[in-house]
């Protein structure tokens, strides 16, 4: 961290400064400019709170240096974390394809859209047994029930699941059924479920909130490998923008960041990052060709027909396209 | 709703789009324009899902017309609600200032500044005992021990306690000591918190999610008052936009938006949107004069020794001078 | 456009509003809802201004449904538009890579690189005379030098060039050089510039304001179709976004919506969306897999040398694997 | 500024950086930490662009330290600027009211509405006579014509004028009517009007950007002081957010930032931030109370009828009140 001082600070104010960086156990460094002076703050055990010297008289400025994770970083490990759910592997040049529906409706919807999708090509299979719902009156998904068709698809199909918790009181229930447990966007920074997460013995799928930037999603995997869970795979779907052509603007660049930053495998969600159909196979197309490591989509049967997110699912068709299409750019 | 068809659809696709609008119990209006068709969506209680038609074949654009909320709007209520604590009331006309440190650090700490405030004209004192920091590493709060410390302050001050509560398996103690809860920008979308704080008995200080819509942030409080609980407070503490010069954008157009669109109390929060303190004084200003019914302050008697947000607490003697100055402005 | 009354607007406010559209030339048609009325408003030639209707009493909200914009609509005209340029083609099908420096330095500088990219597979020439720059103290291009270097560059690789034009004053000088005009970010709600882009007879290269939405984009170009000149080559470069591990966030999800809405080929910057380059090859390769029609690179010999905008241009190796991977994952 | 090299950077790399530093003319200063090296880059005039060494094998991250504006700041000159048009002085305690209809019509709309402002407390007029519209099919303003409405409206009632210029061909034309040279928010980084703007002999009125930075802000009026004309006055108008209840989002903590940083006057227009009627008079009370040198409203006669932007113009009964308030609160 660089305390940068004004131009005028006096003398006694660049003391008490220092005095108080020292008080904390850090080491200050003094570092004249041209015309100003700025204070190194040293060895440091991961970041320092920048607010803690903002305040003081005489102070300008204060610039963070140092990244605030560590056992997420690459620094930390340099070589790819491998993620490995049965018989399938995330990371480091195995690219997964999630998907299935958003939410599971029925055993007899559930495996049909499983058939269809791993016949064309996915690896794991994806749908929502707990629903966060942005009104309290839309369909909140089938819960156990849902947990249950579930398991029955894994045995019918050898397809892992992935599924969504939302809170403590059913995470045992979750951690139960599922192969890979999802915490959604809007729990990218519920601490309580990430710490809970962090002694999981799944794998977490941990998706970037709206409008989370890069240090603070990473700071919230390092709330999971700091529990004791090192499992973890980020997934990107899009953040808030200005922009209204897609639901969210999905944000790629994300993923050359998290690969140097990071020894955690990145996946990308084109399907609640567009909110329409007509994106979902370019953006895939995209996240193959950026580096990702899987894409997760959404696929129904019967979109026309589906309880929740239904204009964003593939036909199957579709989804068979798709396969075929990212697997080939990945390969490139 | 209003689904927009194609200039070129025929006349068996608007067909199929009426047929299905039908099929949800929906009344379907096509409406000739131009070189248009548009369908009107009629006779649906509540909004409908727009995704449910974007996808098929002649449909340009599914445009919602009205807003999703219910139970917390104006046409539903027309009177403003008032929250009562103790013997403070939070809305129309009562404007409240909410005063306290970011954190519970000791029982001296939170009994000094308690005392500094209330003799400013604080009507609320706040403090965290359950913390929530982007880091695993830093204080967490000092839990049961800092709720406990918060009821002393009440029974030596008389002001009421706002305090945080973070998750479900500690918010039957924090509802025991706490006399209004609040719920944290992290957890504005934490729908499993938000239907427990509906049942709860004592009201609930809502903070906007850091990039939620009105609509969203409405439907957070909607979840509130649909599980019984209607003492509900909103709280704007900025949101996150490109700008850095403050920690978040504090969004005061907000303000008319909901005293216009819903019958509940708004508060400001000017320090965590600031993140630093040089900003909080003008921000709490402006809070009064746009028509806000309250503001939340962070103060600390030592700001440079606080063990979380030191640089966007004020210090006393500025916190005497804002409440004089808020007055005389709400008064205009 | 549909204006939506209040649950509680009478009979003589809708009256009211009714008779209002119809003063402005437009057909008012309202159409009785479960609980309000709603008025469309018909047969209007182009995009009626919403805030004409919105502050009438009774009026709770009024909703844009038609697009504003016409002549660059794909609803006006089907088939994508070819943009030609010397024997180079850009749309349907043909890949442009337009690769050179940020800026002209001078011949040397130019004819090497050019000479680079011409091997690798670029197919125009880019290098900026006129230098639009955030201080005025920084290098501001070589003017018409750097025009007179541009066409050195033609003559000797045969490579067509691109080049930004800033200003009126020097519009006919950049017109006579250059073979593609380039509009900036800065630029692109520069009505007078736009105005002036009509009337050239060079194709314009017209970059997406940094915060504009593709309604805005569109009807920019809509200035330049209006004015006569249909040769308009669209180039997304990122928007602002609170993100900050990239200079910009590029927005991919633009490609598929501007292929859908308009006729006219759109290519990707991805060397000024990052300001990286350790981010430009993987979104050079996104951009070729979501459907973009090109991408402009930025190139340099000695990028650390660069008078302008060195890190966030490629080494020539980098550029001629970028070239051969891009050229492959266009053709899947 | 200051580069942060690698954990496992090593000796040779940083003496590559440390003497790229020195041949451009800067000290280069190496400070060890506790686990890697900061590189301190001293005795630079200005700030130093951080993408020359962002490349360099080693280098993590580059940190500015600088402002970039220099005669803009309050460090160059720390008393407020006082800004003089006629009798009319803006800065330091004076604070301004700016009111007029969006666009001149006619003259007797001119005088109308001028009358009617004058009588409530405005201190300049504004009108615009060449108007910047989205859409080329949009009314684009009276011209000349407008202009000299202007003037009669100055003669008629001593207000002084505020008018928008949109190029370098007419910058005369408006340079010799108008009393304040407006640059609109689109044209905030036409870098060639900013210089024309340093040579006018005029006041010069420049809307902040709607996605600028307070940086990118301060430094275009750096471009109009360092072309020799000083007589600069901010107008903070909103910036684009994912938040879509208003136009744009009003940032008044600017406000705080640009009369800590700079000297320059700050005036809000909330008219087209808002762009609705109803947020006006709140967010002109908070523009007041936050500590800004004047607001800019949007006024007339019948605004129902008005050329563009009718819905966010006040109602001169609406205005008076307006003055009323905001002249209380200012004085708090």
Redesign the interface.
């Known amino acids: 961290m660089?305390i940068?001082m004004?131009?005028?600070a006096t003398e006694s104010e660049i003391k008490v400064v220092v005095t108080?960086v020292e008080a904390k156990g850090y080491t200050a460094?003094p570092?004249p400019?041209?015309d100003r002076v700025?204070i190194?703050v040293?060895?440091?055990?991961?970041?320092v709170?920048?607010?803690?010297?903002?305040?003081?008289p005489g102070v300008k400025?204060v610039?963070p240096?140092t990244r605030?994770y560590k056992l997420v970083s690459r620094?930390f490990q340099s070589e790819d974390t491998l993620v490995k759910v049965g018989n399938v592997t995330i990371g480091n040049g195995h690219f997964a394809i999630v998907a299935g529906p958003c939410a599971v409706e029925s055993e007899r919807q559930a495996l049909t859209i499983a058939a269809l999708v791993k016949e064309s090509g996915a690896t794991l299979f994806r749908g929502g047994a707990f629903k966060?719902?942005?009104?309290?009156?839309?369909f909140q998904g089938l819960g156990e029930d849902g947990l249950k068709i579930l398991a029955r698809v894994r045995e019918e199909t050898g397809l892992p699941v992935v599924t969504e918790v939302?809170?403590?009181?059913t995470f045992d229930l979750v951690e139960e059924y599922a192969d890979v447990i999802q915490i959604g966007t809007?729990?990218m920074?519920?601490?309580?479920?990430l710490?809970r997460a962090g002694r999981a013995r799944k794998p977490i799928f941990l998706k970037r909130g709206?409008?989370a930037?890069?240090d603070?999603w990473l700071?919230a995997a390092?709330?999971i490998l700091?529990?004791g869970n090192s499992q973890v795979i980020l997934c990107e779907r899009g953040?808030?923008?200005?922009?209204?052509?897609?639901r969210n603007?999905?944000?790629?660049?994300?993923?050359?960041?998290i690969r140097?930053e990071s020894h955690l495998p990145i996946v990308i969600d084109p399907s609640h990052?567009?909110?329409?159909?007509?994106?979902v196979i370019?953006?895939s197309?995209?996240?193959?060709?950026?580096?990702a490591q899987g894409v997760m989509v959404e696929v129904h049967h019967t979109?026309?027909e589906a309880l929740?997110?239904?204009?964003?699912s593939l036909y199957p068709k579709q989804f068979h396209d798709l396969c075929r299409?990212v697997m080939?750019?990945y390969n490139?």
């Open positions: 660089l940068v004004d131009k005028k108080a460094r570092i400019g041209g700025s190194g040293l060895y440091n055990k991961g970041a709170d920048t607010s803690l010297f903002i305040g003081y400025d610039v240096v605030p620094e966060p719902r942005t009104s309290p009156y839309s939302m809170d403590d009181p809007r729990n920074q519920n601490f309580s479920l710490r709206m409008a930037t890069i603070e700071m390092e709330y700091e529990g953040v808030r923008t200005f922009a209204h052509h897609s603007t999905l944000d790629l660049s994300a993923v050359p960041v140097k990052a567009a909110g329409r159909r007509d994106q370019p953006l197309r995209a996240a193959a060709a950026v580096g979109p026309e929740s997110d239904g204009a964003q299409q080939a750019i490139v």
